[in-house]
C-alpha cells in the first residue's frame, strides 16, 4: 500500500516542483525573483521541522505505554508512525485549494497559448485589480493562435549543444546532489546511531525514538532551516551558480571528512559537521538545482525542462538508497566517501549552467524561444 501511494505522490510531486518553480519564476521581477523562488522551496524546511515537532508530539502521548513491560508494545509504535504519516494529509489538503485557485501564468498564456487578454487578466488577478471570472471569447481564433509545444520540437531544440548542455547541467547537478542529500537525510536516523546518538543495548524503545527524533530536531533547526533562507537572503546578491558551486565545494570537503575522521571526531563534532553538511545542502544545491531550471530554459519548455532535472534528482535518491542499503549502515567510511565523490560530479556539471542573477526571463532565453518551432503546413 505504501508503494502504491507513493507512485500517486510522486506524479503529484513530480507536477509541483516545476509548477512551483515556475509559477513564481514566470510572476517576479527580476530583482527578486531568485529569492521569491528560494522562499517557494524554503517552505520544504519547515515541513521537516514541522514533522520532527509532530513525531516528537505523538511519541510523548504514547510515553506511559511505551515505557511500560508491556510485549504489546510493538502495535503502540504502529499506531505512532500511522499518526504521523496520516497528518500529512492535512497540509496536502491545503495545498490543494491554492493549486485550484491560482492562476495560469501570463507568459505561458500570452506566448503558448496565444490569449494576450487573458494573459492581461491573470496579471490584474495577481495584483488584487480585478478578482471576477471572465468568460473567453472567440476560442476559435484563440485555438488558431495557440501554439502548443511538441516533444519533436523539444527533441530539436535539446540537440543544439548551446540548449541540451544547459539540461545536462540542471540535470546531471541535481542527480548528483540527490545522491548524497537523500543518501544522508532518509538514513538520518541510522547514521546518527553510528555515533551513538539514538542507540545502545540499555535504552527502551521510547528512549531510541526520543533520541532519534532529536537528532532530526537539531540537524533540521541548526542546519537545515537556516540554510534555506539563507538562500534567500543572499541567492539574489551572490547568484545561483556561485551558491551552487560554494555548496558543492563545502559538501565534498565534509563528507570527507566525516568518511576518513569519523573514528576521532567525537559525538559532538560529528554532529557539528553533520548539521553543517545540512546547512550547506540547502544554502547551496539543494535550493539551486531547483531555482535555475525554473529560469534558463524558455517559456515554451521551462517546465517540462524542470520536471526532467526534477526526475533526475529522484533517481539519484533511489541510487543512493541502493547503495546505502547494498553497503551497508556498517560501512560508513564508504558510503561517506561515495557522497563526497557525487558532490564533485556535481560541481563539475554545475560550470555547464550559466548565471541568472540580475538578467529578465527574456535575456535568459534570447533567442531560444522559437529558434526550433515546428510550423504546421
Not at 505505554?65 to 510493538?74: R, V
Not at 491554492?98 to 507568459?107: K, V
Not at 533526475?312 to 565523490?341: C, P, R
Not at 560541481?347 to 529558434?371: A, D, H, M, V, Y
Request: hydrophobic share 45%.
Amino acid at each position: 500500500m505504501l508503494i502504491i501511494w507513493r507512485f500517486f505522490l510522486g506524479i503529484g510531486i513530480g507536477g509541483d516542483y516545476p509548477l512551483s518553480a515556475i509559477i513564481t519564476s514566470e510572476f517576479a521581477n527580476t530583482k527578486n525573483r531568485g529569492a521569491m523562488i528560494a522562499a517557494v522551496f524554503a517552505m520544504q524546511g519547515f515541513g521537516i521541522l514541522t514533522g520532527s515537532i509532530v513525531s516528537l508530539i505523538v511519541l510523548f502521548s504514547f510515553s506511559n505505554s511505551l515505557n511500560s513491560e508491556d510485549p504489546l508494545n510493538y502495535l503502540q509504535i504502529d499506531h505512532i508512525w500511522r499518526i504521523i504519516v496520516a497528518f500529512g494529509a492535512i497540509p496536502g489538503l491545503v495545498a490543494i485549494y491554492f493549486r485550484m485557485t491560482i492562476p495560469e501564468t501570463p507568459r505561458f498564456t500570452m506566448d503558448i497559448k496565444g490569449d494576450v487578454e487573458k494573459g492581461a487578466r491573470n496579471i490584474q488577478q495577481v495584483l488584487k485589480k480585478d478578482d471576477s471570472n471572465f468568460d473567453d471569447q472567440n476560442q476559435d481564433e484563440k485555438k488558431k493562435r495557440e501554439q502548443k509545444p511538441s516533444f519533436k520540437e523539444l527533441k530539436l531544440y535539446l540537440i543544439k549543444w548551446k540548449h541540451g548542455k544547459v539540461l545536462l547541467g540542471t540535470s546531471m547537478a541535481w542527480f548528483a546532489l540527490d545522491v548524497g542529500f537523500y543518501g544522508i537525510n532518509l538514513n538520518q536516523s541510522t547514521i546518527l546511531k553510528q555515533i551513538g546518538f539514538g542507540g545502545g543495548d540499555n535504552l527502551s524503545q521510547y528512549e531510541i525514538l526520543k533520541q532519534a527524533i532529536y537528532g532530526n530536531l537539531i540537524t533540521s533547526a541548526l542546519g537545515t532551516v537556516p540554510g534555506y533562507w539563507l538562500t534567500v537572503l543572499f541567492v539574489d546578491k551572490w547568484g545561483r551558480k556561485t551558491i551552487q558551486i560554494m555548496g558543492f565545494v563545502a559538501l565534498t570537503i565534509l563528507f570527507l571528512i566525516m568518511g576518513l575522521c569519523k573514528d576521532i571526531l567525537g559525538q559532538l563534532l560529528f554532529i557539528t559537521l553533520y548539521t553543517l553538511a545540512n546547512l550547506f545542502n540547502n544554502f547551496g544545491p539543494n535550493a539551486t538545482t531547483f531555482i535555475i531550471p525554473g529560469e534558463v530554459f524558455p517559456t515554451r519548455y521551462r517546465s517540462t525542462c524542470h520536471g526532467i532535472s526534477a526526475a533526475s534528482g529522484k533517481l539519484g535518491a533511489i541510487i543512493s538508497q541502493v547503495w546505502f542499503l547494498g553497503l551497508g549502515a556498517d560501512n560508513f567510511k564508504a558510503i561517506m566517501l561515495t557522497f563526497s565523490i557525487f558532490m564533485l560530479i556535481g560541481l563539475g556539471f554545475t560550470f555547464l549552467i550559466p548565471e541568472t542573477k540580475g538578467k529578465s526571463l527574456e535575456e535568459i532565453t534570447q533567442g531560444q524561444e522559437n529558434s526550433n518551432q515546428i510550423i504546421p503546413d
